[in-house]
């Protein structure tokens, strides 16, 4: 599992998506970014998160998005962010949901993992 701070003017939106899908490339299970509240008024930085959340399922992998503010955390509700990824309030609920699911996953109950509350 790989913690990858994101937004708030860290990276821009192409160099974010390409600095993700890289360590998602090198063989990362997954990821989980931690977006700035402010991160979530640039759209292209949000649009580059979605992306990469979709890329990644389709290589079988997975991004979680962690917003600690909850003000930023509606906005992400808002443009239906959190249907594309889990978004959680804390790296230690990403962190916690990530290991729940890999253990039920382990266990042969993928379809359970699918859509797994947030925390």
Do not use: N, Q, Y
Not at 30 to 48: F, K, R, T, W, Y
């Amino acid at each position: 599992m790989v913690e990858f701070p994101v937004g708030g003017g860290f990276l821009t939106p192409p160099a974010l998506a390409g600095e993700l899908c890289a360590v998602l490339d090198a063989g990362a299970p997954g990821l989980i970014a931690e977006l700035p509240g402010a991160g979530v008024s640039d759209s292209a930085c949000l649009d580059a998160l979605m992306r990469t959340a979709r890329r990644a399922r389709g290589w079988g992998s997975w991004l979680r998005l962690v917003v600690r503010d909850p003000v930023a955390r509606k906005v992400v509700r808002l443009v239906a962010l959190d249907e594309v990824m889990p978004v959680h309030a804390s790296v230690t609920g990403a962190v916690a949901a990530a290991a729940r699911e890999a253990a039920t996953v382990a266990a042969g109950g993928a379809g359970e993992a699918a859509g797994r509350a947030r925390s």
